[in-house]
């Protein structure tokens, strides 16, 4: 079991199942909530946008786990044949592992979780939710949420869809699975910002409202 060290990056290897993911872990001290990251197709735990939005969350006082949902070998796999970056339902058992391994961390069982998803790991982190009702928000960049298929109805946990105003066709699959929640939700378009918020300033008013959201909603009693 890792030794957690407040306020430093940890390198961490998490138990999933069968397999070892890598990933980075960071815990404020006196921290109000624990937020994982699934990422999407051909991203990893290095990604530079979601890196900058947990540094942002750190700031406010909220835990990060940004880790790859695929092992090593599986994403040299994924490279050539796409076979699990379009896999819903593996990638969000994943997320669930990692979940369920924080609960033997003392020290962080205490904390509401919540999940960050883009791109294909928003639909991923939206199943999880569905299946673990302990999750307490979720945030999607960017994010395919209509790959989660028909759970969505059923997610309890406080969602909010950030897209790029220039986004068209993810705009209007957000809208279509926005209509199919009936939890507490939002949808924020940046405008002018394209699908990776590469735009000046873009990427601070992710981070921006994402960390508004978490604060709200983690920090809520349980």
Known sequence: MHNISFDQNQIINI??????????????????????????????????RNQFVATILNQAKIATLLFDLLTPDEEIIDQ????F????????????GATYWLSDIT???SLNIGYFGAS????????AAAQNKEIKAIVSRGGRPDLAGNILPSIT????????????LVIELNKQAYSQLTCIKQLEVITGATHLFEEPGALEQVAQLTTSWFQQYLSMAT
Do not use: W
Request: glycine fraction near 8%.
């Open 80 to 83: 050539d044949t796409m076979e």
């Open 85 to 96: 970056r379009f896999d819903i339902e593996f990638l969000a058992a994943r997320l669930l």
């Open 157 to 168: 946990a406080p969602t909010l869809f950030i897209v790029g105003g220039e986004d068209e």
């Open 120 to 127: 294909t790991g928003a639909a991923a982190a939206l199943l």
């Open 107 to 109: 020290i962080l069982k």
């Open 15 to 48: 138990a999933c199942q069968d397999s070892r993911l890598n990933g980075i872990m960071y815990v404020p001290k006196d921290a109000i909530g624990i937020v994982l990251f699934a990422h999407g197709s051909a991203s990893s735990h290095l990604s530079p």
